[in-house]
């Protein structure tokens, strides 16, 4: 794979110095150009070391204006990055649209060093892999132009670098005896990079390997690559805008997943045609169980918290279906300062600039707390695809999206519950009109409201087809039968309770 | 000061049954009403243990809507937050406009208990005061209500609830050793309490104590406390809005320093008037001092990282004087990975709804990194002060405000250089015709730019009085004569490395 990168190409210096001047007002121009796009840049380099990386990036930060380019690197994870899923740190130094961020070996690097060591297998790796794949899918899915430079060197070439480093004196820091280290595995080095290569190496986000040895040559290689990229991909985009395109053409899909919509029709049955929705709790059954829950919450949530166990709860279902009340009934029973509430409003101007996700990631808190949400990211399947505020393709490949969320959490060792609090349309019209009559309750009801009612029977093949395609064994939703507000409250906190339990009996979280 | 929280003040269970439902109606809509207005609300919990701190705490976020609370307290400060300085993470959990946010201790614990134990004396403990009374200043000028509650519990009422907690097996777990550690120490907790509450109970930040042996009495106080302060700062901003009062009303001033404008008027010179604008260098001793520059800060960058020492450039000047240039001859001898440059624009939403300086210190980095301002935390004393943007009152306590965040900056070892780039009138107008005529640098050319020429006099002023008041022994402005780049460039470099080289020398950084 790297033998055409071992040819010994070269530019002179004249003729770096000849095509500098031109080239570099077109990326001047490129990067203005970009400013006013809808969609970032992001640039990966990785590779051999002296080959050439961070010198390509210092190139950039002085070729380009430096203002509009995050430069990130990453050494071992600080503590609050630890508490976190480990793509915490890589989503929240994702460029806004509109510039360009780039990377030093990033997503690569762990998985990477750990297959040359020996730490895993193959097999392991894979699965890795099959993590960064999807991180940059979604990423490209919603606009990212995604550039990934392999920066080559042969093995006698990477021993002269680094030895006439050493000679420099102004250099020689740069060169450590892990560089040493790594040059005597350079054969496992390789084999590893192919095999990273071949399998990242996906539609949106290939890589170029670039040969390293000429300064001038590596240079002008990884400019020229980006120039051409960049200027196709505002192209592009400019397209897409104007055309209006069928959807299928902005890429997307069901994400792995048949992408055809459901069988679901008017006559056919949903999930929540399943419940019984006459499940009713008396007054005084509702005292006892409901204290009996929520004092198991409150102690297994102490337990959690002190074993650095998060807990993320979603609340959706029907407006006026009581999510707010069952979210107190469970607030009341946990310490406030573990606790954060966080209502899905529209998202601020900077989570407009980034992925629809970025903000449920950003919002991740530290070890131990709990985080509910009253209401989700599965608004994008939901009021999105409904109101058509999400483009098709959009909506269908979220599913995909919000699986490798949710399993990225669960797989950190994060408490995930999902409640569906389900009414009937009866009953709904019903809460509306004494809303209406309460005086303190009215600023809960809003036109809206109504408005989103008249679409119930969209709503509900959403929210089927989301259950179908979300609920999966590391996930699962809980559907709950809300027409009785007793019944629905204790089940919520029952089943917050069930999960932390469990989550406790298999020893999750720091030992 | 706490006799009159120790006289046994009880309501009865029935009592506050009685007034509880009418209370609580009255908090909602207030916290409803907040929702539109353009102040947070800080709410402080702070006092005797078991005198209901965290109670208090959670009881709001019972009664009130908790997606709208933020409630936050502070163990041991992460490594991420320990590379900023201390009040980096009071800033980042500040609420926006709108919203209520209830801290346990917070400012005042560290403090606190170093003055408890004797780790500090009574006179460092008045400076860090000073600090948190500057800190809360600050929000309170901004529109922030600001309520501390201090709960206080006496000597033998301590050790009464202490034991009670004890023998409740659902509270056990709640009172430790510490809690009784600091029971014995409760009569230097008294006299350190005293003192705190005297020093920093003042004007717009105001401590109230409350008798916490009660459950019923405490949580009345609290509450009502909250609403009829709550309800008057409504009215009061509401009015201000209304009335277009004389900004002295607004409080605020120039923040411990003469208010009264320097007299500077058309006939007297400014500090830019005793520049010599005939500094200049040759082409050759140009390349020769720049490349001898560069090559001190790239080794001193790279010490100072090693040591954990932060860097913070701010970039200041005249369109057209040369910022951007400036700043890539010095990023260029930098690495990439640990630059980051800011450039100014307009604050976004998130920023909007907090105080001016919530978004320079969320920007504040980790330990190590370089952090350039093109134009900064200064744009509410030049910019907004001249075209208006801010109101006077605003502008005149910012340069106290600015003090106060560049003194925590070189506390916390940071180092902090000042560049205001200077050029004449004239050569304005030669480089703004130049930017004109050449076709890649149109766009850096607005129409604004040619409006902001129009009050060169004002912007003068602005720039000598803020170089008087926020040029301190601790952060000194350098002001750069710009008419010719080279030099200009040169003394930038220069002075960068001087100031590290000195902060090295110093010893600062981990070690």
């Not at 010994?8 to 001047?21: C, D, I, L, M, N």
């Not at 992408?259 to 419940?275: E, K, Q, W």
Request: hydrophobic share 40%; net charge positive.
């Amino acid at each position: 794979m790297f033998r055409t990168a071992e040819l010994g190409r070269k530019v002179s210096k004249e003729e770096f110095e000849r095509q500098a001047p031109d080239l570099r007002i077109e990326l001047v121009d490129l990067q203005q150009a970009l400013r006013q796009a809808d969609f970032p840049v992001i640039l990966v380099f990785a590779g051999v070391d002296g080959a050439g990386k961070s010198e390509s990036m210092n190139l950039l930060n002085e070729w380009l204006d430096p203002r509009w380019i995050l430069t990130r690197a990453y050494g071992p994870a600080s503590d609050e990055e630890r508490e976190r899923p480990e793509y915490w740190r890589f989503w929240r130094d994702l460029p806004p649209k509109g510039r360009i961020g780039q990377f030093l070996s990033c997503w690569y690097s762990r998985p990477f060093m750990d297959l040359v060591n020996g730490a895993i297998d193959v097999a392991t790796f894979d699965e890795y892999m099959a993590r960064v794949i999807t991180f940059e899918k979604t990423l490209a899915d919603d606009g990212a132009l995604i550039l990934k430079f392999w920066m080559h060197l042969s093995k006698n070439a990477q021993k002269k670098r680094l030895k006439a480093l050493e000679k420099d004196p102004n250099q020689s820091w740069r060169v450590t005896k892990q560089d040493w280290r790594h040059w005597e595995m350079y054969d496992s080095f390789m084999f590893a990079a192919e095999h990273l290569i071949a399998r990242t190496s996906v539609a949106d986000a290939r890589w170029s390997i670039v040969e390293g040895e000429d300064h001038p040559y590596r240079s002008l290689t990884v400019l020229y690559t980006l120039r051409d990229a960049l200027k196709h991909h505002l192209d592009r985009r400019r397209t897409l805008a104007r055309a209006d395109l069928p959807p299928a053409i902005l890429g997307g899909g069901g994400g792995g997943v048949a992408t055809a919509a459901p069988p679901v029709t008017d006559g056919l049955p949903t999930v929540l045609d399943a419940l019984d929705m006459s499940a009713t709790l008396s007054k005084g059954d509702y005292r006892k169980d409901l204290a009996r829950q929520q004092g198991r919450v409150a102690v297994l949530q102490r337990k959690a918290r002190a074993r650095g166990i998060s807990t993320v709860l979603v609340f959706e279902g029907w407006d006026a279906a009581g999510k707010g009340g069952s979210i107190r009934r469970l607030t009341r029973a946990l310490d406030a300062r573990q606790v954060t509430v966080i209502p899905v409003a529209a998202p601020t101007d900077e989570e407009q600039a980034q992925h629809y996700l970025w903000r449920f990631w950003r919002q991740l808190g530290r070890a131990g707390r709990v985080l509910v949400y009253d209401r989700s990211w599965y608004g994008r399947v939901l009021v999105e695809r409904v109101e058509g505020f999400a483009a098709d393709t959009e909506w269908r490949r979220a599913y995909a999206e919000i699986r490798d969320f949710e399993d990225q959490l669960v797989q950190h060792g994060i408490v995930l519950c999902k409640f569906w609090l389900h009414i009937t349309k009866d009953e709904q019209l019903d809460r509306f009109r004494r809303r209406e009559e309460i005086p303190y309750k009215r600023w809960k009801l809003t036109d809206e409201d109504w408005r989103n009612r008249e679409n119930w029977h969209a709503y509900t093949l959403a929210v089927n087809e989301m259950v179908e395609r979300t609920s999966t064994h590391f996930a699962p939703w809980t559907l709950v039968e809300a027409n009785d507000k007793r019944h629905a409250r204790v089940k919520v906190v029952r089943t917050v309770a069930d999960a932390l339990e469990a989550a406790l009996a298999d020893g999750a979280g720091k030992t």
